[in-house]
């Protein structure tokens, strides 16, 4: 079983340095990395140098766009399996063996693995408190039932609406895994499509890309595992307005994505219930006195609603 790894950058090259290093120690040695570069000016040069110098197979796409660029690569990786990392992100040593070991299971499609914090700089405290991105040491697995609205389902989520954000926690599709760490079998992608280049960021839906194409792997009755123990490091490097800026952005996509499932009918609970969920806790941190957690959840209302908004705007032109 052959796997590719499938990168995606753009203006990083001050710090890609890190993530090259740590694959350099991955296992298997030996496996096909693919770096897809969407940088600009002297950026450019520079990852394009420092790809080379490690060895991997350098990727230009002056086009915008993560699910554009996430395709491209698809064209040119050659392994069975085809994992995702992100350029701020350092795998750990076994990190692709873990998700390899899952995959010996012919009846599973898809791997996702557990997201820390690199550090604690900054405002990545601020930011893994309303993103949630640390799904826990928990191993989970996901099927279609997941996506099958129950008044179960219903009634557990009703006490999360004033609850601490926490995604691990969440129905499916949210508590699936990142694009920052998941792999799929190549048939995924042969047998059920590509990326949805409206969707990730430089979109015009901005994100949801990863959780659309987990929802599309279960929609077609394939299992997915979220593998704790396939580990890599974020390093967010924000401050707290790159937090609000980034919520906003997560919002619009899930927005977008929720109402383009509509008739699914968790999604289209779940959509509302979001929609809900961001006004009372929005409301409710103003009155807390607690500012940043009112501006992230308020950053989150308009996302939303501007995501929703523009889901509407691209089907009304698609129709025209």
């Not at 599973?108 to 550090?119: D, E, F, I």
């Not at 967010?236 to 509509?262: I, P």
């Not at 950053?299 to 698609?318: N, P, T, V």
Request: with cysteine; charged share 25%.
């Amino acid at each position: 079983m052959r796997a590719s790894i499938i990168v995606c950058t753009r203006n990083r090259a001050d710090s890609i340095g890190e993530m090259f290093d740590a694959f350099a120690k991955l296992e298997p040695s030996g496996t096909e990395i693919v770096v897809v570069d969407s940088s600009t000016g002297d950026d450019k040069l520079r990852t394009e140098k420092l790809a080379r110098a490690a060895g991997v197979k350098y990727v230009e796409e002056p086009r915008r766009g993560l699910s554009l660029a996430r395709n491209t690569g698809l064209t040119v990786a050659t392994g069975d399996i085809i994992a995702f990392t992100d350029d701020d992100c350092v795998p750990a040593k076994d990190w692709l063996a873990q998700k390899l070991r899952v995959f010996a299971d012919p009846t599973v499609w898809a791997v996702t693995g557990r997201v820390v914090q690199h550090s604690s700089a900054g405002a990545c405290d601020l930011f893994e408190e309303v993103a949630g991105q640390d799904l826990g040491g928990e191993r989970r697995e996901f099927t279609k039932a997941n996506l099958q609205f129950s008044l179960g389902m219903f009634f557990s989520n009703i006490a999360k609406i004033f609850a601490k954000h926490m995604k691990s926690a969440a129905p499916g599709p949210w508590s699936i895994g990142h694009g920052s760490s998941m792999a799929f079998r190549r048939e995924v992608f042969s047998q059920l499509g590509k990326f949805d280049e409206r969707l990730g960021g430089g979109a015009p839906l901005r994100s949801c890309d990863d959780t659309e194409m987990f929802y599309r792997v279960l929609m077609a009755g394939h299992r997915i595992i979220y593998e704790p123990a396939a580990l890599v490091r974020h390093k967010h490097g924000l401050d707290n307005q790159d937090v609000f800026t980034t919520r906003y952005g997560y919002s619009y996509g899930g927005a977008a994505f929720m109402w383009e499932h509509k008739k699914n009918f968790l999604m289209f609970v779940m959509f509302w219930g979001r929609l809900l969920q961001l006004v009372l806790k929005t409301a409710q941190y103003k009155l807390l006195g607690k500012k940043d957690l009112a501006k992230s959840f308020g950053s989150d209302l308009r996302g939303f609603l501007d995501g929703w908004a523009m889901w509407r705007k691209l089907r009304k032109q698609k129709r025209a």
